[in-house]
Each structure stands twice: as structure tokens, then as C-alpha cells.
């Protein structure tokens, strides 16, 4: 079974990997749906918390599929990239699409799971070098 969860250190701050990030999707025509401050959030109610951002994308071409095979699928799906500030510099995480073949029963969309991490892959890539 794949981690679960995928982390990277990004070269750059969290505000510059989340436009290079966003970036990268416009590029693929991968439709970015949300962009999530948390960050900005917390402070919005006068508490402290670092840098943070989820951004929520995809291509409903792509995950449909996964979601009639499985509607529970709807729950990982759209994709998600965290980017955060943290001791060790800005960091990138995502969770394996590939776990979801067990988790909802999707053994028969492998190659879906694995085209779904490999873009995946590469957004992160192109941000941690």
C-alpha cells in the first residue's frame, strides 16, 4: 500500500510556491476550484497561525469516473495541496490518490489513481526542484 500522505520542501515561500502551484495547473488546464487561507483566516480572528494554504483542484473528466465506480470517492476528490510555513521551511504535502483504490473500493481505476498521482508528482516537483 502507497503513504498516505506525500511531503516536499518547497525552494520557496509559501506565497510564491502557491503562485507557481497555481501557475502550473493553468498550464495543464487543470481547473483550480478553491484556494484556502488558513493563514489569513486565523488571523482574520485575531489568532496566530503561520502561512497556510490549501488549494483544491481538478479535472471532472478525470474523476468522474472515480466517482461513479464509488460515490464515497467524492470525499478525496477534488485533489489537494497544502503549502505551509514551518520550521523547516515552506513545505508541500498531498495524500496518495492511490490509497482511494482501497479506502472505496476503486481497484479497477489503477491507472486512474496512477495518472492522478503523477500529476500530482509533478506540480510538487516543479516547486521543491
Same mark, same amino acid.
Given at each position: 500500500?502507497?503513504?498516505? !500522505? +506525500?511531503?516536499?520542501? $518547497?525552494? $520557496? ?13 493553468? %498550464?495543464?488546464? +487543470?481547473? !483550480?476550484?478553491?484556494? +484556502? *487561507?488558513h493563514?489569513?483566516?486565523? %488571523?482574520?480572528?485575531?489568532? =496566530? @497561525?503561520? *502561512? =497556510?494554504?490549501v488549494?483544491?483542484? #481538478?479535472?471532472?473528466?478525470? #474523476?468522474?469516473? @472515480? ?7 467524492? !470525499?478525496?476528490l477534488?485533489?489537494? +495541496?497544502?503549502?505551509? &510555513? ?8 498531498? %495524500? ?5 483504490? =482501497?479506502?472505496?473500493? @476503486?481497484?479497477?481505476?489503477? #491507472?486512474?489513481?496512477?495518472? @492522478? %498521482?503523477?500529476?500530482?508528482?509533478? !506540480?510538487?516537483? =516543479?516547486? &521543491? #526542484?
Amino acid at each position: 500500500m502507497p503513504a498516505a !500522505l +506525500i511531503t516536499a520542501r $518547497s525552494r $520557496s515561500d509559501v506565497a510564491t510556491t502557491v503562485r507557481h502551484l497555481t501557475a502550473a495547473l493553468q %498550464r495543464r488546464g +487543470i481547473t !483550480l476550484f478553491a484556494t +484556502i *487561507d488558513h493563514g489569513a483566516g486565523a %488571523r482574520g480572528v485575531g489568532l =496566530e @497561525l503561520p *502561512d =497556510e494554504v490549501v488549494l483544491v483542484f #481538478g479535472n471532472p473528466a478525470a #474523476g468522474t469516473p @472515480l466517482m461513479r465506480a464509488d460515490p464515497r470517492a467524492g !470525499l478525496d476528490l477534488p485533489l489537494r +495541496i497544502l503549502v505551509w &510555513s514551518g520550521d523547516d521551511g515552506t513545505q508541500v504535502a498531498f %495524500r496518495d490518490p492511490q490509497t482511494m483504490a =482501497e479506502d472505496f473500493g @476503486l481497484a479497477g481505476q489503477a #491507472g486512474t489513481l496512477a495518472g @492522478l %498521482r503523477g500529476v500530482l508528482d509533478a !506540480l510538487v516537483a =516543479e516547486v &521543491s #526542484g
